[in-house]
C-alpha cells in the first residue's frame, strides 16, 4: 500500500488490526510504516511526535531512510544528513539513499560533499543508469554547463547506447532542471535509434515549463494525444496533468476544468490517484482542478483491499 502510495488506507489497517501500540518482533516495522504513511497523511508534527514516541528507531537501520525524511521536514537537517551520511555506508543502503543525501547537500549548499556521495552511488552500483545520472545532475549543480558535466553527458550516452531507457533516464532529469535543449537533443537521438519517443516527449515538455515556453508545451502535447489513443492509463495520466498545467499557466480555465475531468476519468477507480493529483494541483494553486477533482472523489467507488489476519 506504501508503495502505491496509498498511505492512508494503510494507516488505517495499522490502526484497525494492531490499535495505538505495536508489540511483538514485528513492533520496530510495524512503527515504521505508521510514521512513513502519518507523514503523508497527517504531516510532519504528527509523523515527529511518533518518532519521539519510538525513539529506538533512531538506532535502526532499517527504519532510516523514513526517519531522516522526518528529521529533515522538522528542521532537523544536519542531524538527518548525519544519519543518512551514516547509513550510506553500510550494505543495506540502495540507490534512493544515496540520492536523497546528494539532494540534501546540495540544499545545505555542500556541492563538493554532494559530488562525492554521487560518485560513491557510481561506485556502489556500476551498471545502474541513476547513479550516472545522480553524477551527471552533480556535476552540473557544482560547475553548470562545466566541461565536466558535458564529458559525463557524453560518456553515459555512449556507455548506455545499447540499453533504450537510458534516454529516458537523463531526460527525466533534463525535464526537471529546464535543460530544453538537452531534451531536445535527446529526442532526436531517439529518433534516430527508433525508439518509443512519448516519454522523451513528456520530459521535454518538462523542461519546457522551467523556461515558461507554455504555448508550445500546449502544442507538442496536443500532437502527443493525437498519437497516443490506445497508450496506456499511465501514460495518459501523466499526460492529462501536463496539459492542465499548461492550461493554467496560460490562464485557460475552460481546458483545466476539462482535462481535469478527462484526468479524473482515468482515474475513476483510484480514489488515491485523485487525492494525489488534488495534493498536485492544490499546491500549485490550480483550484479549478482541485475543484474538479474533489467533486468526482465523492462519487468514486471504494477500492476494495484483502482482508488482513490479526
Known amino acids: 500500500l506504501l508503495a502505491a502510495n496509498r498511505d492512508k488506507?494503510?494507516?488505517?489497517?495499522?490502526?484497525?488490526?494492531?490499535?495505538?501500540?505495536?508489540l511483538g518482533k514485528n513492533a520496530a516495522l510495524l512503527q515504521k510504516y505508521e510514521i512513513g504513511a502519518t507523514l503523508a497523511v497527517e504531516g510532519v508534527?504528527?509523523?515527529?511526535?511518533?518518532?519521539?514516541?519510538h525513539?529506538?528507531?533512531?538506532?535502526?537501520?532499517?527504519?532510516?531512510p523514513i526517519v531522516v525524511k522526518v528529521l529533515w521536514e522538522s528542521a532537523e537537517r544536519p542531524k538527518a544528513i548525519g544519519l543518512l551520511q551514516g547509513h550510506v555506508q553500510t550494505p543495506s543502503a540502495g540507490y534512493a539513499d544515496f540520492a536523497l543525501l546528494a539532494g540534501w547537500q546540495i540544499a545545505s549548499k555542500q556541492p563538493a560533499e554532494a559530488l562525492q556521495t554521487a560518485r560513491r552511488a557510481v561506485e556502489r552500483f556500476p551498471r545502474d543508469l541513476a547513479p550516472r545520472v545522480?553524477?551527471?545532475?552533480?556535476?552540473?549543480a557544482e560547475t553548470p554547463n562545466g566541461a565536466a558535466g558535458q564529458e559525463a553527458i557524453t560518456a553515459y550516452l555512449r556507455d548506455f547506447s545499447s540499453r533504450p531507457e537510458s534516454l529516458a533516464e537523463l531526460a527525466v532529469l533534463g525535464g526537471r532542471k529546464g535543460w530544453a535543449e538537452l531534451n531536445r537533443t535527446l529526442y532526436e537521438i531517439g529518433a534516430n535509434r527508433q525508439h518509443d519517443l512519448k516519454p522523451l516527449a513528456l520530459a521535454y515538455c518538462d523542461a519546457?515549463?522551467?523556461?515558461?515556453?507554455?504555448?508550445?508545451?500546449?502544442?507538442?502535447?496536443?500532437?502527443?494525444?493525437?498519437?497516443?489513443?490506445e497508450e496506456s492509463s499511465a501514460f495518459m495520466v501523466q499526460l492529462r496533468q501536463r496539459?492542465?498545467?499548461?492550461?493554467?499557466?496560460l490562464n485557460d480555465s475552460v481546458n483545466v476544468r476539462e482535462y481535469a475531468r478527462r484526468l479524473a476519468a482515468l482515474l475513476n477507480r483510484d480514489p488515491d490517484g485523485i487525492e494525489l493529483c488534488r495534493r498536485l494541483f492544490g499546491r500549485m494553486g490550480i483550484t479549478d482542478?482541485?475543484?474538479e477533482l474533489s467533486s468526482r472523489a465523492r462519487t468514486a467507488p471504494?477500492?476494495?483491499t484483502a482482508a488482513v489476519k490479526k
Open 243 to 249: 496539459q492542465v498545467i499548461a492550461s493554467a499557466a
Open 45 to 53: 508534527p504528527a509523523a515527529k511526535k511518533l518518532l519521539d514516541r
Open 134 to 140: 545522480l553524477l551527471i545532475e552533480m556535476l552540473m
Open 9 to 22: 488506507h494503510a494507516l488505517e489497517l495499522l490502526k484497525k488490526h494492531y490499535g495505538a501500540e505495536f
Open 289 to 291: 482542478a482541485v475543484a
Open 55 to 64: 525513539a529506538g528507531l533512531l538506532q535502526d537501520s532499517t527504519a532510516t
Open 208 to 229: 519546457l515549463a522551467r523556461e515558461g515556453r507554455y504555448k508550445q508545451i500546449q502544442q507538442v502535447l496536443t500532437q502527443l494525444e493525437v498519437q497516443s489513443s
Open 302 to 304: 471504494p477500492v476494495q
